[in-house]
């Protein structure tokens, strides 16, 4: 083999010194560089410290989500003006280059680093105080607990995680959900609204200093079309009627579980009924929602419980089953330095997140885990962040992403879809009885509808209103309200209380509150059910979509990983075909999917007489408090009166 002269990093930076002085006068006649070497030199320099600095940006990031400190808080803030200096550097250099001028490679590599976010302000105080606004909403949101009941103190303050969420998804007392549900946007909402303001007009700066007309035009060109607004639209409606036979049903159920006083069988349902705090995942709901009852049970808390089992066991029941495809274990650095239970000594952000520190070799999760099967999905979801991570990880710096933003969330999904299935379950000994019949795979449908197609409305409105708020079509003096008006059009929810504009609901989700896009999620749970069929169809299923479990299938796993490996160095569309033969978001291996479901549900909601929709949309329940006997709640766990109880059940 020929030897191959290398230049050394101190010889590469010197060499691009020299290239910046070049372009400094270039640019002052006017020209912009296209030489196609300089443009290498350029990203082969950009490679090395990015990876250094990110890499240590996101340890800071680390350091404060799993110890949240004031000095953790102080090192993070500081360091992040210096990654933005960096950026801005990055962004000088950029716009020296002529990059249409480039091969269609060096193009999107170069494209790729002209959007640099907040270091394209001229003004270093509006950088920091941006950076103060996002970390004062994170540790808002991550420190929120709920303190009060009926204005009066609690012994102990209620956190999200557990203590919240875990009465919202095992109560059935109306006024234990209402009291949580309110207490939590209490919390985290009404206080986020003022600097959620001026964070909106510090992102509309952001995004016309890099030439956008607003945050959501940056957000939507992740996808590099045009029309991304009309595609989620035309998926939302393709699936709208799946999701409304679905809502009718729920409400049903609902009604007689409640009562009339609080379900109207014509109206939306109130939202913290439907045993997740956001309303965006029912599956809390499978002992009402089951068609069949006494069939054997879809859900295997009780037995990950039952037999003892640690999050650590379900991280490496998750990992088996990567590897059975062929794809890469977890690393050691992973299993050394992940958080996956929440610490009792110290507040972290509780949100499950996977992390890339940019170097190609460390890659971690951040989750406090419960031992239940929803906390058993999410770990597959999460795991599938990280083989993404791997398995790009030879990709230069600008290409290590997802397709799209959507694609990265799908992975997991798309594994989880075979690791839910009950012949998994039952093969990896964490169900107890297999059966394979019409009524057990109704039961099964069920319940991955409440994850699935309850999330829908939720996963396309989300963005919508941001959106909105991005481009002025919504006003500050109209955030609660039309945050209602779209939640009640599109996932027929109501509040179970008046909300004002004195409130701030939005901000009560993590997602809203640290500036994460949304709209990948809607199209992750389309487009995961098409990855599904693809990966199916090569491990030579041959019954229902529903039934199939691609586990130990080396062909799906090739699949699978060569897509991964693409990375962002290809529109997504490429991607897509490379993994499913089209080019187009499309739902109908979602709609094949829960065919059998969709039948059952139009004829059951017939035989009812169920309203499709929820034409009532003025209808609210009544508050619970306004004619409720004063409860004193107790330390951990809020009480309710045992007559209050009794009334219920009566309902």
């Not at 940006?57 to 110890?67: F, K, R």
């Not at 890099?210 to 992740?222: C, L």
């Not at 991964?564 to 080019?583: F, H, I």
Request: aromatic share 12%; charged share 25%; with cysteine.
């Amino acid at each position: 083999m020929a030897a191959t002269k290398v230049m050394t990093c101190g010889q590469v930076f010197l060499v691009f010194v020299l290239l910046v002085l070049t372009q400094t006068i270039s640019r002052s006649n006017g020209e912009l560089i296209t030489d196609e070497v300089q443009a290498r030199l350029f990203l082969q320099e950009f490679d090395r410290v990015v990876q250094i600095k990110g890499s240590r940006m996101a340890e800071l990031n680390w350091i404060y989500s799993t110890n949240i400190t004031d000095y953790n808080r102080e090192m993070m803030t500081e360091y992040k003006l210096e990654y933005t200096d960096y950026w801005t550097e990055v962004g000088q250099n950029i716009s020296m280059f002529n990059i249409s001028a480039y091969p269609p490679e060096l193009e999107r590599k170069l494209g790729f680093l002209k959007y640099i976010g907040s270091a394209a302000l001229k003004d270093n105080e509006t950088i920091v105080e941006y950076n103060t606004i996002v970390t004062d909403a994170q540790t808002l949101y991550s420190t929120g607990e709920v303190c009060t009941w009926k204005n009066k103190p609690l012994e102990t303050c209620l956190p999200l995680d557990p203590d919240l969420t875990d009465i919202m998804t095992t109560s059935r007392n109306y006024y234990d959900l209402y009291w949580a549900w309110k207490g939590w946007r209490d919390a985290v909402g009404k206080p986020a609204r003022q600097e959620f303001i001026r964070r909106v007009e510090i992102l509309q700066e952001i995004a016309e200093a890099n030439d956008y007309d607003d945050m959501g035009a940056v957000w939507r060109s992740n996808y590099e079309v045009d029309n991304l607004e009309e595609q989620a639209e035309k998926l939302y409606n393709q699936l709208r009627p799946l999701y409304e036979n679905f809502h009718a049903y729920v409400r049903r159920k609902l009604y007689k579980r409640y009562g009339k006083t609080y379900v109207n069988l014509r109206g939306p349902i109130p939202a913290h009924l439907l045993g997740n705090m956001w309303s965006q995942s029912w599956g809390s709901l499978n002992d009402l929602l089951e068609p069949y009852p006494g069939k054997a049970a879809v859900d295997i808390t009780d037995n990950l419980k039952s037999k003892n089992y640690t999050a650590l066991q379900m991280f490496e029941v998750a990992e088996e089953f990567f590897t059975s495809l062929g794809l890469l274990p977890m690393t050691q650095e992973f299993w050394n330095h992940s958080m996956i239970e929440k610490p009792e000594d110290r507040e972290v952000v509780c949100h499950a997140s996977a992390w890339d520190f940019g170097n190609a070799k460390d890659f971690r999760i951040k989750m406090c885990t419960d031992i239940n099967m929803k906390e058993f999905v999410t770990i597959h979801h999460e795991m599938g962040h990280t083989q993404y991570h791997m398995q790009y990880k030879h990709q230069p710096w600008v290409y290590r992403g997802g397709a799209n933003p959507g694609f990265h969330e799908a992975i997991g999904d798309t594994l989880a879809l075979s690791v839910a299935t009950p012949k998994h379950l039952h093969a990896i000994g964490l169900l107890d009885e297999l059966q394979e019949d019409d009524e057990s795979d109704l039961n099964f449908l069920m319940f991955m509808a409440a994850d699935k197609i309850a999330f829908l409305p939720f996963g396309y409105l989300m963005d919508q209103w941001r959106w909105a708020v991005f481009n002025g079509t919504i006003t500050p003096d109209q955030y609660n309200t039309k945050w209602w008006e779209l939640r009640t059009k599109y996932q027929g929810i109501i509040p179970p209380v008046k909300r004002t504009e004195a409130d701030f609901d939005p901000a009560a989700k993590y997602h809203i509150a640290n500036d994460v896009a949304y709209i990948r999620y809607f199209i992750s749970f389309v487009i995961q059910f098409q990855f599904h069929q693809s990966l199916c169809n090569v491990s030579n299923n041959t019954g229902p979509l529903h039934r199939c479990d691609i586990y130990r299938s080396k062909e799906a796993g090739n699949l699978i990983a060569n897509m991964m490996k693409m990375g962002e160095s290809k529109p997504w569309p490429d991607a897509m075909e490379a993994m499913t033969g089209q080019r187009e978001f499309d739902a109908s291996a979602l709609m094949e999917y829960f065919q059998p479901l969709t039948d059952w549900l139009i004829k059951e909601n017939k035989r009812n007489g169920e309203v499709i929709g929820w034409p009532n949309t003025q209808w609210m329940p009544p508050d619970p408090f306004g004619a409720a006997p004063h409860v004193m709640a107790s330390t951990t766990v809020l009480f309710v009166c045992a007559c209050l109880e009794l009334l219920l059940l009566r309902l």
